[in-house]
């Protein structure tokens, strides 16, 4: 009796063809990935896809806009000139432009805009609680901050009362540190607290500032 042939048997163009048939369905999923991986991280199959994402010629670039060379300069909406600026500015605590504490360059700004404006002015400038360091000589201030490059505020604090800002440090505040006026820089005088001398000098008129 003549042997029937094999199913799993084949030659030819047959046994190439199946040869090439995975038997996992998953197995040729990760084949087909793993080609195209290889194909991506090649630099040259890298540039091709790169390239295929570009406009292939100047027209697909027509309607996009050049961006500007020169930048524009800024526009005052609302210019304010004052004839008299009286404020007074109640610090209690540092906050920063980079390493410049914020009042201390606001006091700067408004004294520079007196000054362009040819304007009477009187400023006051009343440090409290956080920020009555600002106002204390290098020894104390080194003691009590628990540095050793004394009082990093002393020649903007010694600009300002040039430009004929007046500078106070609530007594409160110097209570509860045992500072004394000796202790303080050049031409700070100091008040009962700052509560009270905020509410004096806006009953005068000023314009209070927090900061």
């Avoid at 799993?8 to 990935?33: K, N, Y």
């Avoid at 009042?103 to 920020?131: M, Y």
């Avoid at 505020?153 to 209570?175: I, N, P, Q, W």
């Amino acid at each position: 009796m003549k042997a029937l042939p094999s199913p799993f048997r084949r030659s030819g163009r047959a046994a190439g063809l199946f040869s090439t048939i995975p038997r996992d369905p998953s197995a040729a999923r990760t084949s087909r990935s793993k080609n195209i991986i290889s194909v991506l991280i090649r630099p040259e199959s890298r540039i091709r896809v790169l390239t295929n994402l570009l406009p292939a010629s100047n027209e697909a670039n027509e309607g996009i806009l050049p961006m500007e060379d020169s930048k524009q300069s800024l526009h005052i909406d609302i210019p304010v000139k004052l004839t008299d600026v009286k404020a007074v500015f109640s610090i209690g605590g540092l906050t920063f432009e980079g390493d410049l504490p914020a009042s201390l360059f606001h006091l700067t700004l408004i004294t520079d805009d007196v000054s362009d404006w040819k304007a009477a002015s009187d400023i006051v400038a009343v440090f409290h609680t956080n920020a009555g360091h600002v106002l204390i000589s290098d020894a104390i201030y080194n003691g009590d901050r628990n540095i050793f490059t004394g009082n990093p505020y002393k020649d903007l604090v010694a600009a300002l009362v040039k430009r004929g800002v007046r500078v106070e440090l609530c007594g409160a505040t110097a209570k509860a540190h045992n500072w004394v006026n000796g202790d303080l820089l050049p031409d700070v005088k100091v008040n009962t607290d700052a509560m009270a001398r905020t509410i004096e000098l806006v009953q005068l008129g000023f314009v209070k500032i927090s900061e």
